[in-house]
């Protein structure tokens, strides 16, 4: 089993920068592609961006957040991150850390001026 344990959301106004961590109990967690997803109010939950396991060379972007996010892996301290810059108000959501099945309890961010 895989805990997942999510930091980093606020509020902040448009335009400024957030880093979200997710930090992944176990052993194996280099073994792990990780993803970042959010759900805003009223909508159904998405994908935001995803990062291979190792190493992390490939990863992958959902249209609207390529770049302003960037999503990064620190294997040694099993944490991946969610850098997010010039947010605008509909990044506003609680995003969510997911492997394998396994979800965090998300953390909130809230665009706005």
């Known amino acids: 089993q895989v805990q997942l344990v999510e930091s980093g959301g606020g509020l902040v106004q448009p335009g400024g920068s957030l880093r979200l961590s997710c930090g992944a109990s176990?052993?194996?967690?280099?073994?792990?592609?990780m993803g970042w997803y959010r759900q805003a109010p009223g909508r159904q939950r998405g994908l935001v961006a995803t990062?291979?396991?190792?190493?992390?060379?490939?990863?992958y972007y959902t249209d609207s957040v390529k770049g302003r996010f960037t999503i990064s892996r620190d294997n040694a301290k099993k944490t991946v991150y969610l850098q997010m810059n010039n947010l605008k108000p509909e990044d506003t959501a609680v995003y969510y850390c997911?492997?394998?099945?396994?979800w965090g309890q998300g953390t909130q961010v809230t665009v706005s001026s």
């Open positions: 176990g052993s194996r967690f280099s073994m792990y592609a």
């Open positions: 997911y492997t394998r099945m396994y």
């Open positions: 990062i291979s396991s190792g190493s992390g060379g490939n990863t």
